[in-house]
């Protein structure tokens, strides 16, 4: 892309437009967003830091000459959620939904509807503190530094060729004695909703000043022509420089690469601090009782942890330090996927102004479609954590009393809920087992098992086993309480048994927040060791020891066999002389 020369470009004098005057200024004409969705939401109005900068030394008065970002004459710096949807409208950016809820703007991010993580590359400088702890391999790919200049420049000329850019300075962090300051640079507004709706957004008082920890530069439009070059997998690039405090986003438009890249980040810095990152959800009962929810897609994360009795700290990310739980993000996201009030009222009311939609199919009449799937069953909604009803505001909470492994298991083999010694937990951690479900990934049409460690092992940026030494270590100080869950199947395996009813999971799940699963009777499974209860409220006894749930007791055995030596050999690769932690896995 050729880069104008600043001679060919007429700016005016330098000007910092505030909010409260930015209307008279502004220089293009949209319609006002509605001002119920303003009284709706109240917490919006606590983000009021936006600015608007033009004039010759725009860059410079941001910051991002000290990127090599130059050239443009005007930069939209932290707008607010009303001139973010403006903007977004009046650059015709995606269309308005006309959600049950309130109108919300929808965008379409082309032919990438979700991740692509074997275009993510992290920078190995040899001999540095990333080059010694980095756990490389094909969820960490590494690139040299010579390549990542080469990506950079591409960026950077990118960004060089834009008039105007949107800057968003954003935590991630609810504890301010950890906390990141993070600097994205987009091109467009919808990405700066994006990350708005996703980190915590500073409040008048509390703005981001001086130096940040990382700037991410989203170059989505652009692409790297020379990816054979670079011996790379193709023209898109995600590349990460630990040491240098950056990252290039090259050639996708998927919001959730914004994210993610940041959860890896944390995923490295945190740990040598000894706090532990965790891809889980979490919400706190009234009596102040934090309980984890860790699961991958299908698992029944966000469902089970959306809990009216209990207020939410988070949906997807989180930190567990001397303090306690907090909160990295400052929203959700989550899939649309068969979305209805019925099946999911807080999500589906959270579709509003404010909320942001991505690749989900609009009918004629503009109403989203949840259920039209043509474009991709990854669909997904943006929104900021307040609005769902009751959230926890502080996103902060005291070490958890009960941490909850969710799993979908596809043999009907694992039972339904079952008790967890520290060491069982970490190598059920590590193991990270649930299935495959139509729907989380495309291709898949029937539930295939799957091993992903740490519940998220696409954003480990260090060896599991840190992890998993870190949770347990949390666990035993703070006696915590740990379970395992399945939402699978019971009685056979797919085709045969059935799904376990939603009421028996939240049976077991109501079990373990309130503490009467202790006083259950407990017996032990024969093959993974695990302490199951006999009797729990509500629950068939025969569902609760899944042996005796299946007809063809000899049918299940050998399945127990098949998922156990399943286990046994995914594990090989976390086990070496100094780290052997198989014997806390099935006989």
Known sequence: TKIPSKTMISRPVLRVTSHATRAATRAFSVATADPSDTLKFPEALNYNVSKTITGPDTCKEVGLDNLGINNASTVYKNLTFEELFE??????????????????????????????????????????????????????????????????????????????LYVADVYCGANKATRRKVRFVHEMAWQQH???????????????????????????????????EHNLNSEVAVAFNIEKKVAVILGTWYGGENKKGIFSLMNYWLPMNGIMPMHCSANVGKDGDTALFFGLSGTGKTTLSADPERALIGDDEHGWDDDGVFNFEGGCYAKTIDLSEQTEPEIYRAITQNAMLENVAIKEDNVPDYFDTSKTQNGRVSYPIFHIPGYHESQQAGHPKNVIFLTCDAYGVLPPVSKLTSGQALYQFVSGYTSKVAGTERGITEPTATFSACFGAAFLTLHPTRYAELLQEKLEKHNSNAYLVNTGWTGGGNGVGQRMSIKDTRACISAILDGSINNSEFETDDIFGFAMPKTLGTVDPNVLNPRNAWSDKDAYDVSAKKLSDMFKENFKKYTDAENDYSKYGPL
């Open 87 to 164: 903007h977004e409208k009046a650059n015709g950016e995606g269309v308005i939904a006309k959600a049950e809820y309130g109108d919300t703007f929808t965008v379409d991010t082309g032919k990438f509807t979700g991740r692509s993580p074997k275009d993510k590359w992290i920078v190995q400088n040899v001999g540095s503190e990333s080059d010694k702890n980095m756990w490389w391999g094909d969820v960490n790919q590494p690139i040299t530094p010579e390549i990542f200049d080469d990506l950079y420049d591409t960026a950077i000329n990118h960004m060089n060729s834009k008039e105007k």
């Open 194 to 228: 994006f990350v708005t709706n996703m980190f915590i957004r500073p409040e008048v008082g509390d703005e981001i000043t001086g130096d940040v920890d990382f700037t991410v530069i989203n170059a989505c439009s652009e692409t790297n022509k020379k990816w054979k």
